[in-house]
């Protein structure tokens, strides 16, 4: 598509539900990201893959949150049993390339979000 | 954590001024982005700036970049109620394989 996907826009779950956010990057682009944003706050980075391999998983907050690109095109964030706190937006990024020294322009392309409120 | 600090957090002015805001950050950087995001929307990319650069312009945009006292400041000129929406900083470093973003400008332009 022209730009990044993400589905769904709204997800409310009742506290200990799993839900499972999909991303969809621009086609072609290598390097996809996940970020976490609370209201009113900037965006707070969770992982990155560079193509299929998940590089950087420093800022996934607990093991309930799990991330994964199998063929390194469409991505999932997981989040199992889900807390208050996991109440955010959740947005996916991708670019052409790294972000540094590699093709492209070195932006991010962000997606809608995924606002997820856990009840 | 954000690394990089917005100043001020909340900005409002009338269509037609100019709008500056401020960004500051801690740690050295391979380049420094601005992204605006509307309400409930994702975030867009405005300008990137490198590190061996001092000033870029695009548009109504001027972004400028002070290594030496690690602050980069971004300049929208002659405002639009279009303009209004919520404007990050964000930093490029080390390994250059995540952005970091500010906290945030909000800026509101009236008619």
């Known amino acids: 598509g022209a730009g990044v996907s993400q589905s769904p826009r709204y997800k409310v779950a009742k506290r200990g539900q799993d839900v499972a956010l999909r991303c969809d990057p621009i086609?072609?682009?290598?390097?996809l990201f996940w970020y976490q944003q609370a209201l009113g706050q900037g965006p707070e980075f969770l992982t990155y893959f560079q193509n299929e391999a998940q590089l950087d998983k420093s800022g996934l907050p607990s093991d309930r949150f799990f991330a994964e690109r199998p063929e390194g095109s469409v991505s999932t964030l997981k989040i199992q049993r889900t807390q208050q706190e996991d109440s955010a937006v959740y947005l996916c990024?991708?670019?052409?390339?790294?972000?540094?020294?590699?093709?492209?322009?070195?932006?991010?392309?962000f997606g809608e979000g995924s606002r997820l409120t856990v009840l | 954590s954000q690394q990089g600090e917005e100043d001020p957090q909340a900005l409002s002015i009338q269509e037609g001024e100019n709008a500056t805001m401020n960004c500051s950050y801690k740690?050295?950087?391979?380049?420094l982005q601005w992204y605006r995001q509307n309400s409930g929307r994702g975030l867009v990319h405005l300008i990137l700036i490198r590190s061996n650069e001092r000033e870029k312009h695009s548009g109504r945009l001027r972004v400028t970049l002070d290594t030496s006292k690690k602050s980069s400041s971004l300049l929208i000129t002659a405002s639009r109620a279009a303009d209004t929406a919520s404007y990050f900083c964000a930093l490029l470093t080390g390994g250059g394989n995540k952005l970091t973003f500010g906290t945030g400008t909000q800026l509101k332009v009236e008619l």
């Open positions: 990024a991708s670019s052409l390339g790294r972000l540094a020294g590699g093709p492209g322009t070195g932006e991010l392309f």
């Open positions: 086609s072609g682009h290598v390097s």
């Open positions: 740690t050295s950087i391979n380049n």
